[in-house]
């Protein structure tokens, strides 16, 4: 009973934290798009607002269930294809917290401009271009790391 809750914590996590970042980086960047200061501006507040309530607690709660799931299954880190899972959930990860600092300055810029009715700055532009390469950088990481999971290759 215990694997069955655990994986099911898991599995759940999962989906939150994919669901949400895609959802978000897909909300985000049609916002981003339009050009439209006020969609900009609400978008990425609740972007930085998603994060913080379903991205930040399902990353934790992803890595804690995933490393019980290993001592229940008595999986090594030596296991290749666990290995790699979580060699890509730590990069990604990491792709992800960058992502949440330029969104919080992003944010500050996005709020800024539709309050005075400014343009946008440049660097509004150019964090936005690296808001985008790491998400299409992670995305990929996280699409194997789900077929590392479902599939366990490599043993």
Do not use: C
Not at 54 to 68: D, N
Not at 115 to 127: A, D, Q, T
Request: glycine fraction near 4%; charged fraction near 10%.
């Amino acid at each position: 009973m215990e694997y069955l809750l655990v994986k099911y914590i898991h599995i759940v996590s999962a989906t939150i934290l994919f669901g949400t970042g895609i959802g978000s980086a897909f909300y985000m960047f049609v916002a981003n798009n339009s050009k439209n200061q006020q969609w900009i501006y609400f978008a990425t507040k609740h972007v930085v607002l998603a994060d913080w309530l379903f991205t930040t607690p399902a990353a934790i709660i992803q890595l804690v269930t995933g490393l019980w799931l290993m001592k229940i299954m008595q999986y090594r880190f030596s296991d290749l294809w666990l290995m790699w899972a979580l060699v890509l959930f730590i990069m990604s990860m990491s792709a992800w917290v960058v992502v949440v600092f330029l969104q919080l300055k992003m944010l500050e810029l996005a709020k800024k401009s539709y309050e005075e009715g400014s343009e946008l700055p440049r660097i509004f532009w150019v964090m936005n271009y690296s808001w985008i390469s790491l998400g299409a950088v992670a995305f990929p990481m996280m699409l194997i790391i789900f077929f590392l999971m479902v599939f366990k290759p490599l043993t």
